[in-house]
Every structure is written in structure tokens, then in C-alpha cells.
């Protein structure tokens, strides 16, 4: 039966792919363990691997962001994770010992995979001497005693004494290990080698299924206008352009949409939603686009993997009309007004401007005002009938000259009285 991370309850265990074998991982906490000493990465599903994994040196000196295993526990050890997996493994910050005190917070050490800290692990600097508290303790191990069999590990069935990620404060080259089968803790030089038991941490919202960790699959992206890659053919007028994210873990996701290459809009959207891509049903931004061929690109990304979806059209636009859907009525006879036509328009461009003053007739009287909008001057109407209340509305025609250079028209103001 699926279900997710979250829904595991602490004590129980997950199957992770390591290096091609699976491996049981406790599950020790959910969420952040204390939001006061632990960065806000640290909320998710804990993991703790069940057995040791090998027996390797720590370093010669104490300090962890330094160590030789904090090395290799997030190259060598982090490779052998199935990669979906690794993709979806939080890149966290950790307390750890230092300068005598502890940092912690945003001030951690960078993991993604780490050993637990004595804290973590139920045991506090109040019970050891030669022990800082780093973090806090985390649930599965609450309650336990200062020596506690809870704590051991086997490898390869034997029980084994393995590291953990705290310093032995009073010289710098001891590190804190737990004794494989008692629990026993105590302070061991850190070019030993002993066991190596890696934790890390996951998105709660990774699907669990029969016990076994399901990678993390990258979101989707369909539209009913073609595949990716689609060619979307001449469009000369904004247009619609639509398509469905899908998250296969049912997270949501974070989208941006590109027009040659420039992000245009960036929003979030639920698993499953259709979304329109904005920048070609937008008619200011459209009229701007020069004519010739134009590439979309949609990525939707649930914060581990990403996808994306392009499509491409051509625009090809010599001429554009401008009207009102709906004329502007008045209270009284509409005698002169004033119309400015804004945007690109090259020299040669063929303009013509219309207005009435009857828009609302069956047939409206249309009169000839390109010579006045050129010039900038006020329009006469000749006109003086309006059966049906004088009401305004404008006609603006354009279309490219000799030179084939293109324009745009983007705003039309004016007045009348």
C-alpha cells in the first residue's frame, strides 16, 4: 500500500538502494527536531541507517566540517544512493562542537549525509564529561539511558562500535562512539577505525510503498496543442496556449515560463492544475514581438527535480485594425475630439484613423481623421445625427510600408465633447 514518509512512525523502518543492495533505515524523528538550535532544513523524515555500513578513521583531528568521514559520507557514501534518491536528500545544517561552545542554526555544518551527534542520539553533556550538547534529542531515541542497548548497531551481524559526529571537548583529537552492543558510550582517538553509521534527511512527501522508499520522479508537463517541442504554426494575434502540470508524488510545484529565452512569469500551482502561458495571450506584450520565429518554454520544478515543455510559433504580422468593442456613449452631441496612437510605427507605414460620433446607429457616419491624429490636432465632426444617442468609438488601420520595417501600436488615449 503507497503512502508517504510522514505517515511513518518512529521506530519503524524504510528500504533505501545502496549501491545496489537494499538497506533498512530506522526512522528516529519527523520534522525539526528543536526550530531554536536546528536550521529550518532540518525539517523532514529523519533517517538513521540500521546497521553500520563500514569501518573507516574519523580524522586526527576533532573538528567536524573538517573530518575525513564527513568527506566521504557525502561524496563516496552519497553516490551510492539510487539517484532519484539523491536528488531528494535535503541539503541540511547541523550543530556541531567548536571554540569550546556549539553552532548551530544557519551557523551548522552543510550535510546531506552525517553522523548523529551524541545529543541526537539521547545522551546530553550533563551525563558525559567531555560533551557538548549539539541539538537536540531526537524521539526515537527519548527516554533512553545514558547506556542504552537502543543505540547499538551490527555489522555484518556483529555487533560493532561506531562514531559519532561529536568531539571529546577537552583535546582536539577524540570523537564520542557508541559501543555496538551495550550502547556504552565513550571517547575514542578519531584515527581508530570504527563503524560508520550514516543518517540523513527527507522530504516528508516521498511515497512509501510495502516498506520500500519510493525515488522522488520529476513533475510532468502535457497540452492538448502537441508534445514538446511542438510548433505551433503562424500567429499573428495573442493566442491561448495551455498545458497540466502533474507532481507523480502529488507535491506543488513551482513554474516559470520563458518567450525567447526571457523568463516571463514565475508563479506556483497545484499538482494536476492547467495553467495559460501568459505572455502570448497578453496583447501589449504580443503586439510588441517582431514578426519571425519565437521559442516558449515552460519548466516546472517540486523543489528536487524539474521538467520543461517547449513549443515554438512564427509571427507574422503586416497589418493590425484597433476598435472598441464597445463604442463610449454620451450625454449630449459629440462634436470634436482628440486621438493619440501610441507605439512604433515607422515612416512609411500605411495609417488610417477613423472615428464616429454615431457609433451606435445601425450605420455609424465614419469620417476620415488620419491627417489630424498625424498632425496632433483636435477632430471636427461633421456629422450632426445620432438616432440612437451619440456615442464615440474609433477605427485605427496599419499595415507595413515599402520598407517591410515592422512596428507596434501600443496604446490609443484621447478625448471628447
Request: aromatic share 8%.
Amino acid at each position: 500500500m503507497a503512502t508517504t514518509l510522514a505517515a511513518q512512525a518512529v521506530g519503524s523502518t524504510v528500504a533505501l538502494t545502496v549501491d545496489g543492495e537494499s538497506r533498512s533505515f530506522l526512522v528516529v524523528h519527523q520534522g525539526n527536531p528543536d526550530p531554536s538550535v536546528y536550521d529550518a532544513s532540518c525539517d523532514g523524515a529523519w533517517l538513521l541507517m540500521q546497521d553500520v555500513y563500514t569501518e573507516r578513521a574519523w580524522d586526527s583531528r576533532n573538528l567536524y566540517p573538517e573530518a575525513a568521514v564527513h568527506s566521504w559520507l557525502n561524496d563516496s557514501f552519497l553516490a551510492l544512493l539510487d539517484s532519484g534518491v539523491q536528488a531528494a536528500v535535503k541539503s541540511v545544517k547541523l550543530p556541531y562542537a567548536a571554540n569550546g561552545g556549539v553552532l548551530g542554526g544557519a551557523d551548522g555544518v552543510s550535510a546531506k549525509v552525517f553522523l548523529l551527534s551524541m545529543r541526537e542520539l539521547g545522551v546530553s553533556a550533563s551525563q558525559k564529561s567531555g560533551l557538548a550538547d549539539e541539538g537536540a534529542c531526537l524521539d526515537y531515541f527519548a527516554g533512553s539511558a545514558e547506556d542504552d542497548p537502543i543505540r547499538s548497531a551490527n555489522l555484518n551481524g556483529a555487533a560493532t562500535r561506531y562514531w559519532t559526529r561529536s568531539a571529546y571537548t577537552p583535546n582536539s583529537t577524540d570523537v564520542w562512539t557508541v559501543a555496538g552492543g551495550t550502547g556504552k558510550c565513550t571517547a575514542r582517538p578519531g584515527t581508530s577505525a570504527y563503524g560508520v553509521r550514516p543518517a540523513l534527511i527527507l522530504p516528508q512527501t516521498l511515497a512509501v510503498e510495502d516498506g520500500v522508499l519510493q525515488p522522488n520522479a520529476a513533475p510532468s508537463i502535457v497540452s492538448a496543442s502537441g508534445a514538446s517541442g511542438v510548433d505551433l504554426g503562424v500567429r499573428n494575434l495573442p493566442f491561448t496556449f495551455e498545458y497540466t502540470v502533474t507532481d507523480p508524488e502529488g507535491a506543488g510545484l513551482s513554474l516559470t515560463e520563458t518567450l525567447d529565452q526571457e523568463p516571463t512569469r514565475s508563479l506556483t500551482a497545484a499538482s494536476g492544475s492547467t495553467q495559460r502561458f501568459e505572455a502570448v495571450y497578453d496583447s501589449l506584450r504580443f503586439v510588441k514581438l517582431p514578426n519571425g520565429s519565437h521559442s516558449m518554454q515552460v519548466t516546472a520544478s517540486d523543489g528536487l527535480a524539474e521538467a520543461s515543455f517547449t513549443a515554438s510559433f512564427t509571427k507574422a504580422a503586416t497589418a493590425a485594425t484597433l476598435t472598441l468593442s464597445q463604442p463610449m456613449a454620451a450625454a449630449s452631441p459629440i462634436t470634436a475630439a482628440s486621438l493619440t496612437v501610441g507605439g512604433d510605427l515607422p515612416a512609411d507605414a500605411a495609417l488610417t484613423v477613423k472615428v464616429t460620433n454615431n457609433a451606435l446607429d445601425g450605420e455609424p457616419v465614419w469620417q476620415d481623421a488620419t491627417a489630424a491624429v498625424r498632425a496632433g490636432s483636435n477632430i471636427q465632426f461633421a456629422n450632426t445625427t445620432a438616432a440612437n444617442g451619440p456615442a464615440f468609438n474609433f477605427s485605427i488601420e496599419v499595415s507595413r510600408g515599402a520598407s517591410g520595417t515592422g512596428g507596434y501600436i501600443d496604446s490609443v488615449s484621447g478625448a471628447f465633447q
